[in-house]
């Protein structure tokens, strides 16, 4: 499914079809008034134009936005995964209809709860995964196998109502959450948060931008890093360590070599002189470290193998 076709889908409806319904519609009024999808409250802070098109969350004093914006914030997921869950939606034979709930006196204040998403955790014994981590991540068997923090996660992001799901390498962080990655989607369950790994030498901290620059280090060496290990699983997580980085004695900095991962290395340098800024030594052409095993001679003669095959 594009962008276009997605936006196509009513915001009603797709909200109909995880319990929320209007709680007010006046005739005169271009916007259906909703209890808030994303928190608990007294008084609807929620709206939708009548036309499907657009929302409002005044909870959050944001501008208007559209449904794929929407699910990206209830799915906690980018662009892609929104799109893959809208085209699953948008595949049911029957979908949900909007059941306007108009009150003109008395707003009935029982809010509908969305059903929650459910999830079965294994160990990674999904062939499709294999090939995203040996082929599309140059990670391989033996690398994953050794990550206790990583598993396979069968995701149901709307519920057990729905029969929609997604097969995915999940790696834990430190609040009990998971990442998930797969070929086509990217998401998270649960909080947002950092992994911390205990090391030989936790004196010394080996900083990570994603769980697949970790697995990418350890394919790349041959080996676990030997200093304490934090991957920020987002760069919006890096103020959750900022404060303790001045206890190591050596920080080893593998962040994206992009303008926010620069930006990042070059204010800890600044602040801590220990650091040192990987990215610029082993994968200055490259975008992050594993796009720098990705390229290795090796793994693209395993590349045109596999592509050699089918």
């Not at 729905?162 to 998270?188: C, H, M, P, W």
């Not at 030989?200 to 620059?213: A, H, R, S, T, V």
């Amino acid at each position: 499914m594009n962008i276009e076709t997605a936006k196509q889908i009513k915001i009603f409806e797709y909200l109909a079809s995880l319990g929320h319904h209007p709680i007010e519609a006046e005739s005169n009024s271009k916007w259906l008034k909703y209890y808030s999808p994303f928190r608990k409250e007294r008084n609807p802070s929620f709206e939708v134009k009548v036309t499907g098109d657009y929302y409002k969350d005044f909870g959050r004093d944001e501008k208007a936005g559209d449904i794929i914006n929407l699910v990206s914030r209830l799915h906690n997921t980018d662009t892609a995964g929104a799109l893959k869950i809208l085209e699953a939606f948008s595949q049911q034979n029957q979908p949900p209809k909007p059941m306007f709930f108009v009150h003109e006196h008395k707003i009935n204040k029982a809010m509908s709860k969305p059903p929650a998403p459910t999830y079965h955790q294994t160990t990674i014994n999904d062939p499709k995964l294999m090939v995203y981590l040996a082929i599309d991540r140059a990670i391989p068997a033996k690398v994953w196998q050794d990550v206790p923090e990583l598993s396979q996660i069968i995701y149901c992001p709307m519920g057990a109502r729905y029969k929609v799901s997604y097969s995915n390498i999940a790696f834990q962080n430190d609040l009990g959450g998971f990442e998930l990655r797969n070929r086509e989607f990217k998401g998270t369950i649960g909080q947002k948060a950092i992994t911390t790994i205990q090391g030989q030498e936790n004196n010394k901290l080996i900083l990570f931008e994603g769980f697949i620059d970790y697995l990418s280090f350890i394919a790349h060496y041959g080996r676990k890093p030997h200093s304490k290990t934090i991957v920020l699983n987002s760069l919006t997580n890096l103020h959750k360590v900022s404060p303790t980085l001045a206890q190591y004695e050596k920080i080893h900095l593998f962040l994206d070599n992009d303008e926010a991962g620069n930006k990042a290395a070059a204010q800890i340098m600044k602040e801590h002189p220990q650091a040192v800024d990987w990215s610029k030594v082993i994968y200055p052409e490259d975008d992050d470290l594993n796009m720098f095993i990705w390229h290795k001679p090796e793994h693209l003669k395993l590349v045109q193998q596999y592509e050699s095959s089918y």
